[in-house]
């Protein structure tokens, strides 16, 4: 059993920063890929941002320049830096990861349970 816990989000003003925490526990042998899907209200979940186990990043478009995606291993935790936010950042974050379970090689996939942004104007 694999389980990631987001911490870190909240309340921000239009223009500042939040920095978002996912940690995995459990019997986890390695970690591939891990990302970051934000869903609002009404609106479908969809992809933040996404880091692979060599550093390789992918961003929306509607975040690139503004949001950096970045890992830990050692600590098993992935991180989202979010600048220059905006009202409609305001959702739902979640943190996603996949790879391989210790013990078993069985392959994993888990998800967060979810942290709130909201962004006023």
């Known amino acids: 059993q694999v389980q990631l816990v987001e911490s870190g989000g909240g309340l921000a003003q239009a223009g500042g920063s939040l920095r978002l925490s996912c940690a995995g526990s459990?019997?986890?042998?390695?970690?591939?890929?891990m990302g970051w899907y934000r869903q609002a209200p009404g609106k479908s979940r969809e992809l933040v941002a996404v880091i692979t186990s060599d550093g390789s990043t992918n961003y929306a478009d509607s975040v690139k320049g503004r949001f950096t995606i970045s890992r830990n291993n050692a600590k098993m935790t992935v991180y989202l830096q979010m600048n220059s936010l905006k009202p409609e950042d305001s959702a739902v974050y979640y943190c996603?990861?996949?790879?391989?379970?210790?013990?078993?090689?069985?392959?994993?996939?888990?998800w967060g349970q979810g942290t709130q942004v909201t962004v006023s104007s």
């Open positions: 459990g019997s986890i042998f390695s970690i591939n890929a």
């Open positions: 996603a990861a996949d790879g391989i379970e210790g013990g078993t090689n069985n392959r994993w996939n888990s």
